[in-house]
């Protein structure tokens, strides 16, 4: 079965330096991951997604993952933290025939002056 | 592109009344579209996915009668909450996604209170 876990709950950084988010998966095959943001009271936008292409994705606002099969890992990265990227992170997978998404715990990263 | 609009973005409103909620595709065709619910603080669950012009699938434990799901058009579905309680009161996020398509493009919510 397909799964998702994200190691912290809560990460905090100061304005410009490098963010990490770490999600590990399971599945028994080579899946779909994905990483959504969602900003206070708002619903999810798409950050990017792997799809067995490129394993380094490349997303949107400076975001950046690396699938890596022998870790089971799609770790979210961004060289530089803004303010603006202060929100809830989700680390998704896509739960097999069914298409259903599975949804990590979710991430919370603060990002401090 | 892939832009997924939800009116209304909060209601408030009598226990006992209902309430519709609108999910629109603006700029694609939804084949499918999924409604899901989110506590404060907590990831989000999936109550149903609806196919254009078909029955929605609803998830284990979520009442279809009490959340009647419409998707009668590809470009809109609809969840009404019948009856509403001071417990149904959440935040509702739709998504939706076209034919042929994994992902899935959310809409902003849509926050109820029940009082």
């Known amino acids: 079965a397909q799964s998702v876990t994200q190691l912290d709950s809560h990460v905090s950084v100061s304005e410009g330096t490098p963010v990490l988010l770490r999600c590990n998966y399971s599945?028994?095959?080579?899946?779909?991951l994905f990483w959504y943001v969602q900003h206070p009271n708002k619903g999810l936008q798409l950050l990017l997604k792997?799809?067995?292409?490129?394993?380094l994705v490349k997303g949107i606002n400076g975001f950046e993952a690396e699938f890596k099969k022998s870790e089971t890992s799609f770790h979210l990265t961004k060289p530089s933290a803004h303010m603006s990227d202060a929100a809830e992170y989700f680390c998704v997978v896509i739960k097999g025939a069914t298409d259903k998404l599975i949804f990590g715990t979710g991430t919370r990263l603060q990002v401090f002056p | 592109g892939a832009v997924v609009s939800q009116h209304p973005s909060w209601v408030i409103c009598k226990s006992g009344t209902s309430v519709k909620i609108e999910c629109r595709s603006l700029d694609f065709q939804a084949t499918t579209m999924f409604w899901y619910r989110q506590f404060p603080k907590q990831s989000l669950m999936l109550m149903a996915t609806?196919?254009?012009?078909?029955?929605?699938?609803?998830e284990q434990g979520v009442e279809k009668d009490k959340f009647l799901i419409n998707h009668a058009s590809l470009t809109l579905s609809t969840l009404t909450v019948t009856s509403a309680h001071p417990e149904d009161s959440s935040f509702y996020i739709c998504?939706?996604?076209?034919?042929?398509?994994?992902?899935?493009?959310f809409g902003p919510g849509t926050r109820l209170l029940v009082l």
């Open positions: 609806s196919n254009e012009g078909s029955k929605a699938t609803y």
């Open positions: 792997y799809t067995s292409a490129a394993t």
């Open positions: 599945s028994s095959y080579s899946p779909s």
């Open positions: 998504s939706a996604r076209g034919d042929g398509e994994e992902t899935q493009y």
